[in-house]
């Protein structure tokens, strides 16, 4: 069975389209941990009403040992981390031990507004004062910078004249679900290979 660890900051939606589709047999995986790095963040409760295994490291008591917490937590008990709307900065061994085994889902077409500081309803408002007429969400793999490793999916939605970042964020959120869970599946079933920075499916 594929394990996995989901990291969340905050209301976990992505959390449960991981968990939902597990539910309907899409994913033939298991999610081992659900670790916060904040109090009160909604996922946690998502993961105690399926009994899975969750954890809140208080970002501010951790400071930079928290990425080695998690490592603790999870060093060979999972196949995969998927940081689901997680917030902090991963570093350390963590990213050596699970390189290539770290997904993160971005609320944009990286390499457009991301990287320090783009999360969250500021993307889409930067989005939208630029005026692009696509946008959309990005997973793809979690290296040492921010927002920069190898994309393994992008899905877009198209941006509407009267879109505020509200609006516009709720759209790509049915694109990130979906995004998410179909990454999962192709890493989980072996179907991607690198080449080079570049991710190819394999059939
Ligand atoms: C999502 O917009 C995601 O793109 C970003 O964090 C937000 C949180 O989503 N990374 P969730 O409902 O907590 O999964």
């Given amino acids: 069975m594929f394990k996995i660890a989901v ?3 905050g209301g976990g939606s992505n959390l449960q389209a991981i968990m939902d589709s597990i539910e309907d047999k899409y994913l033939n995986c298991s999610i081992e941990f659900v670790i916060s790095d904040r109090e009160g963040a909604f996922g946690i409760e998502r993961a105690k009403s399926h009994n899975i295994k969750s954890f809140v490291l208080d970002r501010k008591s951790y400071g930079n040992t928290l990425s080695d917490r998690i490592l603790e937590i999870i060093d060979g008990r999972v196949d995969l981390i998927v940081l689901a709307g997680y917030l902090s900065i991963l570093n350390g061994n963590i990213l050596e031990r699970f390189k290539n085994r770290i997904i993160n889902i ?14 969250g309803i500021k993307v889409h408002e930067k989005a939208l004062e630029y005026g692009v007429k696509v946008a959309g969400c990005t997973v793809h793999f979690v290296d040492e910078g921010t927002d920069t490793g190898s994309i393994v999916i992008q899905k877009s939605v198209k941006v509407e004249d009267d879109d505020t970042p509200e609006t516009l964020q709720k759209r790509v959120l049915v694109e990130e679900h979906k995004a998410l869970v179909e990454a999962i599946k192709l890493i989980s079933e072996e179907k991607i290979v690198l080449q080079g920075r570049k991710i190819c499916s394999i059939i």
């Fill in 106 to 119: 971005h609320p944009s077409l990286i390499p457009a507004f991301c990287g320090k500081g783009m999360y």
């Fill in 7 to 9: 990291l969340i900051s």
